[in-house]
Structure formats: structure tokens, C-alpha cells
T-cell receptor, first 114, second 112 residues
Framework: AQTVTQSQPEMSVQEAETVTLSCTYDTSESDYYLFWYKQPPSRQMILVIRQEAYKQQNATENRFSVNFQKAAKSFSLKISDSQLGDAAMYFCAYAAGANSKLTFGKGITLSVRP | DVKVTQSSRYLVKRTGEKVFLECVQDMDHENMFWYRQDPGLGLRLIYFSYDVKMKEKGDIPEGYSVSREKKERFSLILESASTNQTSMYLC???????????FGPGTRLTVL
């Protein structure tokens, strides 16, 4: 069974600094999908960024980028120029295929210091 | 703008009551999911559905059932609510050709 591990339950970053959130996963598949979701306090879960495993180029969305290391089964999220609105719980998720359910990590709570 | 809605943001019920949580999506998605979210445990899948009238058990189906009579609506049923079912419940949907899930705002259920 696939597993997703987020080993750090909490992290803190100074406003305007850069922070990296770690995620590792276990799979025997060669083609799959990876996601980072953000859940602000008392607000809806939204997608931050996604990566298809067949793509070698790391995905980027504005201040958010990933470091996808397929051989190491690692999928970290980098947030540049951190803002107060980035404070949230972040979940890493894995899907084995296009019509697959998601397997989530336990999440990490990110706080941003002004 | 895609949307998943849940019938209540907050719900308080008594032990033994039958509880219905409703989820509606307007994206014509085939797949729908129910999760519960508890501190330190992340999201745990309760049930999911790949099509109307179809359902499959997730990781923690005990104490729950579901109903999907229409494509856009997926209901979670607690037949006899217990205090250990106090939790945040999240509904999500996805297209059958893309695993990205879209989430509702969640229902915080308290069972007294």
C-alpha cells in the first residue's frame, strides 16, 4: 500500500523568508500524481501545486515550487517570500493513477512570524 | 468556478441520533469522497463513490454508511451517532480522468 510521510508536524518561518516542507512517499508505481494542499485555519482545503511523475521538470506556481526527486521518492514544497496568509496546515498527497483516490500525509502546520 | 458545498458548517447531535451529512458538487464529477479529519491523524477516508449508486469502503467505514442517488450528491450517514464520531467531516469530488480533488468547507460535528 502506498504511504505518504510528513515527518515534521510543525514549522515556523519569518515573513519574507523561504521555507521548505518535506514529504516522502512509498510506491511501486512508475507513473503517479503528487499534490500539495493548503488548509488555512477554519477555511477550505485548496490545491497549492501538483506534479505528474512522468514530468521531469519541477512544478512552479508563483511563490510555490516543488523539488520532486523520483528516485528518492521525495516531494518537498518550497514557499518563497513567505506571507502571513501562508499560515495554514499543508498536506502532501499521492494518487496512483488518473482515477485513483488520494493518500494523504498527516499534514504540517506552518506558522508565519511577522 | 467549481464548487463543493456541504449542508452544515457546524452540527451538534446527541448520542444515538441518526445524522445525515450532505455534499453537493456542481462540476459533473464522477467521483466523490468522505473524509474525517482529526488532530494528529490527518485525513482518513471513510467512503467513496465512483458513480451513481456505487460505493466503496475507505479506511474507516465502521459506524458510517453512504448514499449516492444522484451524480451531484453524496450523503454520509451516521446510523447511531457516538461521541467518538465527533470530528471535522470533509467532502471532496474529482473527475474520473484526474485525481485532483476539490473540497467542500467541512462540517464540524459534535456528538454529545
Amino acid at each position: 500500500a502506498q504511504t505518504v510521510t510528513q515527518s515534521q508536524p510543525e514549522m515556523s518561518v519569518q515573513e519574507a523568508e523561504t521555507v521548505t516542507l518535506s514529504c516522502t512517499y512509498d510506491t511501486s508505481e512508475s507513473d503517479y500524481y503528487l499534490f500539495w494542499y493548503k488548509q488555512p485555519p477554519s477555511r477550505q482545503m485548496i490545491l497549492v501545486i501538483r506534479q505528474e511523475a512522468y514530468k521531469q521538470q519541477n512544478a512552479t506556481e508563483n511563490r510555490f515550487s516543488v523539488n520532486f526527486q523520483k528516485a528518492a521518492k521525495s516531494f518537498s514544497l518550497k514557499i518563497s517570500d513567505s506571507q502571513l496568509g501562508d499560515a495554514a496546515m499543508y498536506f502532501c498527497a499521492y494518487a496512483a493513477g488518473a482515477n485513483s483516490k488520494l493518500t494523504f500525509g498527516k499534514g504540517i502546520t506552518l506558522s508565519v512570524r511577522p | 468556478d467549481v464548487k463543493v458545498t456541504q449542508s452544515s458548517r457546524y452540527l451538534v447531535k446527541r448520542t444515538g441520533e441518526k445524522v445525515f451529512l450532505e455534499c453537493v458538487q456542481d462540476m459533473d464529477h464522477e467521483n466523490m469522497f468522505w473524509y474525517r479529519q482529526d488532530p494528529g491523524l490527518g485525513l482518513r477516508l471513510i467512503y467513496f463513490s465512483y458513480d451513481v449508486k456505487m460505493k466503496e469502503k475507505g479506511d474507516i467505514p465502521e459506524g458510517y454508511s453512504v448514499s449516492r442517488e444522484k451524480k451531484e450528491r453524496f450523503s454520509l450517514i451516521l446510523e447511531s451517532a457516538s461521541t467518538n464520531q465527533t470530528s471535522m467531516y470533509l467532502c471532496a469530488s474529482s473527475h474520473h480522468r484526474d485525481p485532483e480533488q476539490f473540497f467542500g468547507p467541512g462540517t464540524r460535528l459534535t456528538v454529545l
